[in-house]
């Protein structure tokens, strides 16, 4: 069984400050990682994924993640933010070994960016 | 770029009422999925579809949910009598490489 959980339902920062979102999950088998953004009334759309390559995974908007498996984490980070990154933000995981790929999502945290 | 498109996106129905929720998955994809969201909460998986047929399903879909493949391009999600408990976003999904799910825009259900 998986599951994921995401510390922080929401999370505040400063126009130019760091961003780091956290996530946590558990895996009985190797997982695949993701975070996806989702946008007022939009859908979601896709940052990053890891795979089992690199550890360290670079996404789109400057976001970045990595994956520690001694600490069964995966949080997100962006060294400066903008206010186009408020949003929210869902971790999710999936089996790697899975022979239906479905995702397993955190409660999500929203970001919010302060001028 | 190839996207998964979904119609409508807005749909009010009465309680008891059957709906019928579209998706066109992105072309040269093979594994198919629901999720939903109720306002203000996770993203819950509901169901996946391969080959014609559900792979699995989570115990949120019960017997009032169905879902099709009826040609090469639609995937649809029906709820025969549909619930206030069923109001929600619902996602459509189809998976590239990966496990990497691409996620259509949803359609909003509201049950009155």
């Known amino acids: 069984a998986q599951s994921v959980t995401q510390l922080g339902s929401h999370v505040s920062v400063s126009e130019g400050a760091l961003v780091l979102l956290r996530c946590n999950y558990s895996?009985?088998?190797?997982?695949?990682l993701f975070w996806y953004v989702q946008y007022p009334n939009q859908g979601l759309q896709l940052l990053l994924k890891?795979?089992?390559?690199?550890?360290l995974v670079k996404g789109i908007n400057g976001f970045e993640a990595e994956f520690k498996k001694s600490e069964t984490s995966f949080h997100l980070t962006k060294p400066s933010a903008h206010m186009s990154d408020a949003a929210e933000y869902f971790c999710a995981v999936s089996a790697s070994s899975s022979n239906t790929g479905k995702l397993i999502f955190g409660q999500g945290t929203t970001l919010q960016v302060k001028p | 770029e190839p996207e998964v498109t979904q119609t409508p996106s807005h749909q009010v129905t009465q309680m008891g009422q059957e709906v019928i929720l579209r998706c066109v998955p992105i072309s040269n994809h093979l594994y198919f999925y629901w999720y939903r969201q109720i306002l203000g909460q996770k993203v819950e998986f509901l169901v996946s579809f391969y080959n014609n047929e559900i792979s699995e399903k989570s115990e949120i879909f019960d017997d009032q949910f169905s879902v099709e493949r009826p040609d090469g391009s639609n995937f649809t999600l029906k709820i025969r009598s549909t619930k206030l408990e069923d109001s929600a976003m619902y996602f459509c999904a189809s998976i590239g490489g990966y496990n990497e799910q691409f996620f259509g825009p949803g359609t909003r259900l509201t049950v009155l």
């Open positions: 895996s009985s088998v190797p997982p695949y």
């Open positions: 890891y795979t089992s390559a690199a550890t």
